[in-house]
């Protein structure tokens, strides 16, 4: 069955440590994209990435890093100086971002981090 | 810039009962619109879509939307609620360039048997 695998869904960390949240994909679409949700917030756009080797910054990307270097994966890594890492991180692909008619985005099951 | 508003952060109805959930947009451009449903802990289905054509558009498990472009409104209708319906319910709009979703802060419904 085709769809996106996010794990762990339930992750904790201490403080001041890195983690790293995984996404894949087999639908091989080109496009995957990071959410943060928060309670009353809806989900905002951490990153997302067009194609391999290549991302782009969303509208919160402070504390968060990732990376693209196979087309199915897209790991968010979240770092120390991410001052409020805990929520529930969402991840999404899309077949073709310039392409409108294709631009319905399919989600994981989320992991929900949260930081001791 | 585009923003997305739902009032109603919480809405509880009687099973069998109608819906309609508010959305309200600010876009500049012919906005493409979406509804997505989530069950707790769990990800984003997507219900229906406004690309173009006709305002009223038909999705998923029996829900429909209407675009009203005088009002700023997609608004998420179901003649006839079930229990499994209860869910938390995110309007959002697509900013042209990058697939770029903007989403509401979404409507939390309950049923009540």
């Known amino acids: 069955d085709g769809g996106i695998t996010q794990s762990p869904k339930y992750l904790f960390r201490k403080e001041g440590q890195n983690v790293t949240l995984s996404c894949e994909q087999n639908l091989n679409h080109d496009a995957m994209y990071w959410y943060r949700q928060d309670p009353g917030q809806g989900l905002r756009l951490i990153y997302y990435s067009q194609i391999v080797n290549d991302f782009q910054k969303g509208d919160i990307a402070e504390g968060y890093s990732v990376s693209r270097e196979k087309k199915e994966s897209f790991p968010l890594t979240v770092t120390s100086a991410q001052k409020n890492p805990t929520a529930f991180y969402l991840c999404?692909?899309?077949?073709?971002?310039?392409?409108?008619?294709?631009?319905?985005?399919?989600f994981g099951p989320g992991t929900r981090l949260t930081v001791l | 810039a585009q923003s997305v508003t739902q009032p109603d952060i919480h809405i509880t109805v009687s099973e069998g009962a109608s819906l309609e959930l508010r959305c309200n947009y600010s876009?500049?451009?012919?906005?493409?619109l979406f509804w997505y449903v989530q069950s707790p802990g769990q990800g984003l289905q997507l219900l229906l879509k406004?690309?173009?054509?006709?305002?009223l558009v038909q999705g998923i498990k029996g829900f429909e939307a209407e675009f009203k472009r005088s009002q700023s409104s997609f608004n998420l209708r179901k003649p006839s609620v079930h229990w499994s319906d209860a869910a938390e319910y995110f309007c959002a709009v697509a900013q042209g360039g990058y697939n770029k979703l903007i989403f509401g802060a979404g409507t939390r419904l309950a049923v009540h048997p």
């Open positions: 406004y690309f173009s054509g006709d305002t």
């Open positions: 876009y500049g451009a012919t906005p493409y």
């Open positions: 999404a692909s899309s077949i073709d971002v310039a392409g409108w008619q294709y631009n319905e985005q399919f």
